[in-house]
C-alpha cells in the first residue's frame, strides 16, 4: 500500500485537485480552535475589567487581532488537505504561540504587550511557512501559494520589528502593530496585487462555514462560563431570587442567540464564490463574532444585580451595542447565504430592526430603569426574534402552506 493513502504521510494537497475533498473539519483543526476558548475567555476578562473607552478600543484590537491569526490559518487549511506529521507539528507549535498570547491578555497594557506581540509574530511565520511549504511539495501549480508565503513572510518580519517596539511607549506601539494587521488583510484585497484576484483563492465553502459556526459556539459558550463562574465566586447560596432570575435571564438570551445564527446563517454556504459576497460574508462574521463576545461579557452583569437595582452601566452600554451589531450583521448574513429561504420568510428585516430598535432603546435607558425593567425591554429584543418567527411558521403549517 503507498504511504500516501496513510493521512500522516500525506503530502498538502489543493482541495480542487482532490475528487475526495470533504468540507468537514479535520481534529487538528478543532484541536487549534480549542485553544481559542481559553483565548477568548481571557480577552473578555479584560473587557470586564477595563470598562472604558481605552479598554474597549484594546479590547477591539486584541479581538481582531486574534480572530485574523485564527482565520489566516483556517483560510490555509480550507484551500489545502493537509494532515501529514509536518503539519500536524506545524499546527502544534502554532497553538503554542496561542497559548503565549492568551496568557499574555491580561497584562497586555503592561509588560504582556511583548509576549503578545513576540507570540503573534511567530504566528504569523507559521502560516508563512505552510504557503511556502504547500508551494514546495507541489501541492500548488499557481502562484498563488508562492505569493501568499511571501507576502507572510514580510509582514512577520514586519511583526517581529513591532515586537521589540513593545518595549517603546505606548500608545504608539499599539497603532504600529494594528498598521500590520491591516496591511496583512490588505494583501488579500487590494486590486491587481491582492490574493484575491485567483480563482483558486476561494476557500472551500462548507469548510469555512462550519469553522465559522464552531467558532460562534465557542464565544456563545464562553458567556455562559462567565455567567456561571461570576456566580460560583460570589457564592450561590448569598444571593437572592432575583439574581437567579437574572441568571436565567442570561442564559436562555445565550441560547436564544445561537438558536438564531444557526437558524438564519449559521452553517449555511456563502451563495457566490465571487469576491463581493465573499467579502461580505467575511466582514459580516467579524462583527457577530466581535457581537458575541460582548454580549457574553455584558451578561455577567446579570449575577451584579437584584431585580430593583440598576443594571451595572459599563456591562449595559456592551450589552445593548452587541445586541444591535449582532442582529445587523445577521441581517446581512441572511442575505449572503444559500439554501435558508424558507427560514428567511420568517425571519425578516422588520423582526431583525424591532429587535436593534430595543437593543438601541435599552442602550439609552438602562441606566435609569431597575434591571427588572431592563430585562423586559432586553427580552422583548431577543425573544422575539425567535418567537416571531415561530409564531408565524407555525401559522403557515396549520394553514397547509407549505415550501
Known amino acids: 500500500m503507498s504511504q500516501s493513502a496513510f493521512p500522516i504521510w500525506r503530502k498538502p494537497r489543493h482541495y480542487m485537485d482532490d475528487e475526495g475533498a470533504s468540507d468537514h473539519v479535520h481534529w487538528v483543526e478543532l484541536f487549534f480552535d480549542l485553544i481559542h476558548v481559553v483565548t477568548i475567555f481571557l480577552l473578555g476578562n479584560f473587557l470586564s475589567h477595563h470598562l472604558d473607552w481605552q479598554g474597549f478600543w484594546v479590547f477591539t484590537g486584541l479581538f481582531l487581532a486574534i480572530f485574523y491569526a485564527w482565520a489566516d490559518c483556517s483560510v490555509y487549511n480550507s484551500l489545502y488537505i493537509s494532515t501529514d506529521m509536518t503539519h500536524r507539528a506545524v499546527m502544534a507549535v502554532q497553538i503554542v504561540t496561542m497559548m503565549v498570547i492568551a496568557a499574555a491578555i491580561p497584562s497586555v497594557m503592561g509588560g504582556g504587550w511583548a509576549y503578545f506581540a513576540f507570540g503573534y509574530a511567530l504566528n504569523r511565520a507559521l502560516t508563512a511557512y505552510l504557503y511556502w511549504r504547500a508551494r514546495s511539495v507541489g501541492a500548488e501549480g499557481s502562484p498563488l501559494a508562492h505569493e501568499q508565503a511571501r507576502n507572510f513572510f514580510i509582514l512577520a518580519a514586519v511583526f517581529a520589528v513591532f515586537a521589540v517596539s513593545a518595549f517603546l511607549a505606548k500608545p504608539m506601539a499599539y497603532w504600529v502593530f494594528g498598521t500590520g494587521v491591516v496591511m496583512i488583510q490588505l494583501q488579500y484585497m487590494l486590486p491587481r496585487i491582492g490574493t484575491l484576484r485567483f480563482e483558486r483563492f476561494v476557500p472551500r465553502l462548507g469548510h469555512i462555514a462550519e469553522r465559522f459556526g464552531l467558532l460562534m459556539l465557542i464565544l456563545l459558550g464562553e458567556g455562559f462560563f462567565k455567567l456561571v463562574l461570576t456566580l460560583a465566586d460570589k457564592g450561590v447560596y448569598k444571593v437572592g431570587a432575583g439574581t437567579l432570575f437574572n441568571l436565567m ?42 457581537a458575541a463576545v460582548m454580549v457574553g461579557v455584558a451578561l455577567a452583569g446579570e449575577v451584579y444585580v437584584g431585580l430593583w437595582e440598576n443594571y451595572p452601566t459599563g456591562y449595559g452600554a456592551i450589552g445593548t451595542v452587541g445586541l444591535a451589531t449582532f442582529l445587523g450583521a445577521l441581517w446581512v448574513l441572511q442575505r449572503l447565504v444559500e439554501g435558508r429561504e424558507i427560514t428567511n420568510r420568517y425571519h425578516t428585516g422588520p423582526v431583525r430592526a424591532f429587535g436593534i430598535g430595543m437593543a438601541l432603546l435599552l442602550l439609552v435607558l438602562h441606566p435609569h430603569v431597575p434591571a427588572l425593567i431592563g430585562n423586559m425591554i432586553w427580552g422583548l429584543a431577543i425573544f422575539s426574534q425567535v418567537a416571531v418567527p415561530l409564531y408565524w411558521a407555525v401559522r403557515d403549517m396549520r394553514g397547509g402552506v407549505v415550501g
Open 249 to 290: 435571564m442570561g442564559g436562555l438570551s445565550l441560547f436564544a442567540l445561537a438558536w438564531i445564527y444557526f437558524d438564519g446563517a449559521g452553517n449555511a454556504r456563502p451563495r457566490s464564490r465571487s469576491n463581493g459576497v465573499m467579502l461580505s460574508y467575511w466582514l459580516a462574521h467579524i462583527a457577530i463574532l466581535w
